[in-house]
Structure formats: structure tokens, C-alpha cells
């Protein structure tokens, strides 16, 4: 394992340190880094970031920090935090739509809690507007399929994280084409073992493109399935939007979603060139273990930590 290798791993060993989630986010120099991926830990501070990117030409789904709720008050109140966003966001007049965790909504304490949650915030969404539920770690993903699939069939406005990493992915995806599902393809952020999920960052990235090919597929078309490509790897948005356009689609196909403040120059690049550009807002105080894994993402990230930690 390179340097790299052995860096994210340490990174994402830390997402899931209780003593360092409860002592790192009282650091400044930390506080400092983060609001480079956060326009604040309250929901105003997303509805006004959503405001200013919708002025730039940009889409925006918003995701409330945290994971793991193991009482079933507190997931109860994640869902209703969620339905006021969904007015509020109504009443702002914003497209903005929401991306959920189903651990968050109770998925520990067992499927019917979580489904009643994350049915709660489906029907209280616009029709045009997709509820977007997050793929977490591989221990999570037949319980997040099959409810995604219960979902599904009571609702279209719903849509669903797949991740590339995975050598299982191309085996769901060919199972949620037929149900002209909304899926949010990205490369995966968790630490998994080699047994289920590609080592090599290469194999990956191909695995990703496969995975486009079969999202834009003829057969997807059909069924009508909205492909979401969620990725900041420029290489990887060129080629997929060249493959659309060798296929003959039209740019409003597929959207591109990245993550807030990366990329930004991409964001914009790619709405003027007239494809559907969103931007992923997050919020929360709960920003530990996600913050950790946006450092096990790009390690030169630690970097700007470190520099975070001597300026000002
Ligand atoms: C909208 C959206 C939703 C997501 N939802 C999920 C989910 O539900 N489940 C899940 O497992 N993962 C999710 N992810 C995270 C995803 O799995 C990747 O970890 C993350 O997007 C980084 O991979 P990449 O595709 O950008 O490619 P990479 O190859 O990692 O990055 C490509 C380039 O993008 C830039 N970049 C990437 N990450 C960062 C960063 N953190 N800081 C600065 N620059 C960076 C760098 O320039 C890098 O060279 C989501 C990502 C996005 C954009």
C-alpha cells in the first residue's frame, strides 16, 4: 500500500473514533477547514448558500449531518427537521432538494421505523422534487436496497446512492433499471476490504464509467431513469458527457453533482455549457466522521489543515 493508501486509511479509522469526534471539532484550526466544505453548521446558513449558488445557475440538495441514531425519538425528529426544510425551501422559492441518511432515520432500530421516517419526508416533497437517500458502509446496502425498493414502488419522486467501489453495483444497478429508478452514482467513501470492493483507485474509476455506460444505456433510457453522476473527477465528467452526446442525448439526460466548495469553476463550467450542475450543501453540527472522509478523499486536504493551524 502507497502513502496515499495508508494515509485515507488513517483517516477514515479517525471517522470512526469516538475520542477524536468528540475533541478534534472544538480545535479553531479545525472549525477553520471546515467551513471550506460547509457554509455553516445551521439551516439558514444552506438556504442562503442555496440562494447564491441557484443566482450562478446551480441546483442544490441539501443533507443534515449525522448518522448512526439508535433512539427512535431522535429519528423521528431527523425526519421532521427534514419536512421543514422542505417548506422552507418551498417558501423560498428554491428548487432545492433534500439527500438522506437512512441511518439517520432509524434504520439501526429496524426497518419499519426508518420506512415510516423516510416515507414521512417522500410525501411531504413536491412531485418534481427527489428525495435522495445516501449509500452508506457495505454492511448497509442490502437493508438501504430494499427499502429504496419499497420506496420505489409506492413513490417516483425518490432516488438512490450507488457506489462504484463495490463489485456488487453493476448487479443492483441492472436490478433498479427496470424500476426507471433516480440514481446518484459516486465512487464510494467508506473503508472496505478487498473482497468487496475494487483496491485500486484505477479500477474504480473504469468501474465508474462502466457503471455511466449502463446508467445512459438504451434499456435505462427506456425505463426512464434519472442518472445522477456525482463526481469531482474531471476526466470522468468529460468522458461521460462525451459518451452522452456520441449516444445522441440531450444534456438534460443525466446532472452532474459535486460536493460544495470543491470544484466550483467545474460547477459553473459545466452549467453554462447548459447540463444540470448540483451542488450538495451540507450542515450540521455532527460533522466529524463526514468531514474525515472528505480529508480520506484528497489527502492534500491535510495539508490545508495543517496551514489552518498557523494562519491567523
Ligand atoms: C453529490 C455527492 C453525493 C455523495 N454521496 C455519497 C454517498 O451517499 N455515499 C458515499 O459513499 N459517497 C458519497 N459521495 C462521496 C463519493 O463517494 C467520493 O468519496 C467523493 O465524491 C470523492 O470522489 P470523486 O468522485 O470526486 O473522485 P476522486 O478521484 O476522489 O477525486 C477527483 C478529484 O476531485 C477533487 N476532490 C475530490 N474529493 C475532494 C475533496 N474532498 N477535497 C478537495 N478536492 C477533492 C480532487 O481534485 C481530485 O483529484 C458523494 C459525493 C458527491 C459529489
Redesign the pocket.
Known sequence: MGDMGMMRDLLLWASQNQWLRNRVPRYRFVRRTVARFMPGEELSDALRAARELENLGLAT?FTRLGENITDAGEAEAVSKHYLEVLDRVRGMGLGTEV?VKLTQLGLDLGPQVCYANLKRIIEHASADSTVWI???ASNYVDATLQLYRQARQAYPNVGI?L?AYLYRTADDLASLIPLGAAI?L?????KEPANLAFPR?RDV?ENFFALSRQLLSDEARAAGVKAAI????RKLIRRIAELALAKGLSKDSLEY???YG??RAEQLRLAKDGWRSTV?VAYGSYWFPWFM??LA??PA?VWFLARNLFVG
Not at 459516486?186 to 467508506?190: D, H, N, S
Open positions: 440538495v439527500s445516501d449509500m452508506e446512492c457506489q446518484r459516486v465512487k464510494g467513501a467508506y483507485k474509476d456525482a463526481t469531482h473527477d453533482q459535486m460536493l470543491i470544484q450538495l472522509r472528505r478523499e484528497r486536504n
